[in-house]
């Protein structure tokens, strides 16, 4: 499927997940998940049991990321929808992390889990092979 046939309120959230953390937005970037929020990554699973958990891990990952790889922003790749039903979706999703200049960091497959909340669409699983 290609992004065209993934339902826009999906689009919009993950638009969001990903313009806050360009704009190392972290309360915005947080305010894209449901809690609690699994994150799957590195070896690691991260469980978020709140908003302020999440907020309070996601402070300095920027600076970290661009410290470790000069990483300024991502990109969507491609963002395809596997299941869904009107209460929950899960997304085969792809990132590029770039430098300034537009070289490539990293190229990240992932499976990202949304459901619909009481406040729209919001993001409760990621399972990525993003560092």
Not at 7 to 34: C, I, M, R, Y
Not at 42 to 49: E, F, H, L, P
Not at 52 to 65: C, F, I, N, R, S
Not at 77 to 93: F, G, Q, Y
């Amino acid at each position: 499927m290609t992004t065209s046939e993934v339902p826009q309120e999906l689009l919009a959230v993950t638009d969001a997940f990903l313009s806050t953390f360009n704009a190392k937005d972290v309360p915005g970037h947080a305010d894209t998940l449901a809690y609690p929020h699994v994150r799957l990554a590195s070896g690691t699973v991260r469980i978020w049991a709140d908003r302020d958990a999440a907020v309070a891990a996601m402070t300095g990952t920027h600076e970290l990321l661009h410290e470790r790889t000069g990483w300024t922003h991502s990109r969507w790749d491609h963002r395809r929808l596997i299941h869904s039903r009107e209460d929950k979706a899960h997304l085969d999703v792809q990132f590029t992390r770039y430098r300034a200049d537009e070289s490539v960091v990293g190229v990240y497959p992932a499976v990202y889990v949304l459901v619909s909340t009481a406040d729209g669409w919001r993001i409760q699983a990621r399972s990525s092979f993003a560092p």
